[in-house]
């Protein structure tokens, strides 16, 4: 591969990836199609990294040219600002996260009370399970029955919720 052809190849993938990168962060944060774009928004994240690498590295000597200028150097210092605003706000909350205490509440309950949050009865729950190979025996919550079965209590969740 030529320098060119690298550099059209880096050019196209860092352009179209971040789109669809954009577009999908976008629709996180309005929480709509969260169901959908999660996984993709990681995916091409990790994808959009590496193309841009191969952005820096074809375009190397044209981008030692933009560093040395201020509105580089202006922008470099907003990103870093409102980054540490961030960081510093996630850290200056105390206590557990909400979202992480109620889901860990619902998977270490004792399986009546998880069933019932998740509105389904023992019975429908134990054939669910049963039709995916999974068993509930001796399981005192959905935690146990995901570490009976060795796997995921979010793969156990979603057996339910079917």
Do not use: C
């Not at 860092?14 to 990168?21: C, K, P, S």
């Amino acid at each position: 591969m030529t320098r060119s052809e690298g550099r059209n190849l880096a050019t196209s993938l860092t352009a179209t990836v971040f789109l669809i990168v954009g577009t999908t962060g976008v629709l996180m944060y309005f929480h709509l199609l969260d169901q959908y774009t999660k996984s993709l928004h990681e995916i091409l994240g990790l994808l959009f990294v590496a193309a841009a690498l191969l952005h820096i590295f074809f375009n190397w000597k044209a981008m030692q040219g933009y560093f040395g200028k201020r509105v580089f150097h202006f922008a470099a210092a907003a990103v870093i600002a409102v980054t540490v605003g961030f960081l510093a706000n996630a850290s200056a909350q105390s206590g557990p996260n909400p979202k992480d205490l109620l889901i860990r509440s619902v998977l270490e309950a004792p399986i009546d009370t998880a069933l019932q949050v998740l509105k389904v009865d023992s019975k429908s729950a134990a054939e669910k399970l049963s039709a995916e190979g999974i068993t509930m025996e001796n399981a005192a919550s959905l935690s146990a029955i995901a570490k009976n079965n060795k796997t995921s209590p979010f793969r156990i969740v979603a057996i339910l919720a079917k």
